[in-house]
């Protein structure tokens, strides 16, 4: 596990000597070819690392644990891994990047590594594997109706939620019917109500019962209206001539 310091201090001796050629006479295939093939050792160092189950030793090390993470989440898609299979080097004032080829069972992939030209220590570790332009589009269709479906959903939770609130509103109006109903039905059997409804009913036929009395007794030729009561007046449904 140790190698891949070791390789790391090679790499940053490369680095300066190359810094030094590109100063007098720009990097050679010589140098490029060397950048790779410590980029190939690098790659093959993170498999044994990650095989061995000691990603963990890395966590002070940002740079070399987010690349051994992201190494090993790719070879689930990678398959077995079946070694480097060249790559390219470019060297700036800045930086150094290694691109090396990565052959696998299921998927090829390529290994990003960025190096810092100041210091020599990683600046990042990528690894981007080679997938067909069917499953491309297989996973930007998958992408595209999950975010639909995401939002579908959201959509139909706040339609019931206000679904709800409608619910709510109806069964508060459907109790408070029964509490109007009960206190009307207080008010009409009160007894003090009933009685002056009575009351006012019989003032309102007093005159009426008392001329059909003075007319019924004047038709009899009875002076007064001792002899007969009138106890109920109909509204009679015939016509005048019918009673005629």
């Known amino acids: 596990m140790k190698k891949l310091f070791a390789i790391l201090g090679v790499i940053t ?18 140098n490029t070819e060397s950048m790779v093939q410590f980029g190939e050792t690098t790659v093959q160092q993170m498999d044994e690392i990650v095989k061995q189950g000691a990603i963990e030793q890395y966590e002070s090390q940002p740079e070399i644990y987010a690349g051994l993470l992201g190494w090993q989440d790719a070879l689930n898609d990678i398959g077995t891994f079946e070694g480097p299979n060249g790559g390219t080097a470019v060297v700036t004032d800045e930086e150094m990047i290694v691109t090396v080829n990565v052959l696998g069972s299921s998927h090829n992939a390529t290994v990003e590594i960025v190096f810092d030209a100041t210091t020599g220590g990683y600046a990042g570790i990528t690894t981007n594997v080679a997938y067909s332009l069917g499953e491309i589009m297989i996973k930007a269709a998958m992408n ?6 995401t939002v579908f959903a959201v959509l139909i939770l706040i339609s019931l939620i206000i679904s709800c609130f409608t619910l709510v509103s109806k069964l508060e109006t459907n109790k408070q019917k029964p509490a109007a109903s009960a206190s009307a039905g207080s008010v009409q059997s009160d007894p003090v109500v009933t009685q002056i409804a009575q009351k006012e009913e019989l003032s309102d036929d007093t005159e009426l019962v008392a001329v059909i009395a003075a007319a019924i007794a004047a038709y009899e030729g009875s002076g007064s209206t001792d002899g007969f009561v009138v106890r109920s007046i109909r509204k009679s449904n015939k016509s005048k001539w019918q009673n005629a």
């Open 13 to 30: 001796c490369m680095i300066g000597l190359c810094a030094c050629g590109q100063e007098e006479a720009g990097t050679g295939d010589a």
């Open 144 to 149: 595209t109706v999950i975010g639909m479906g």
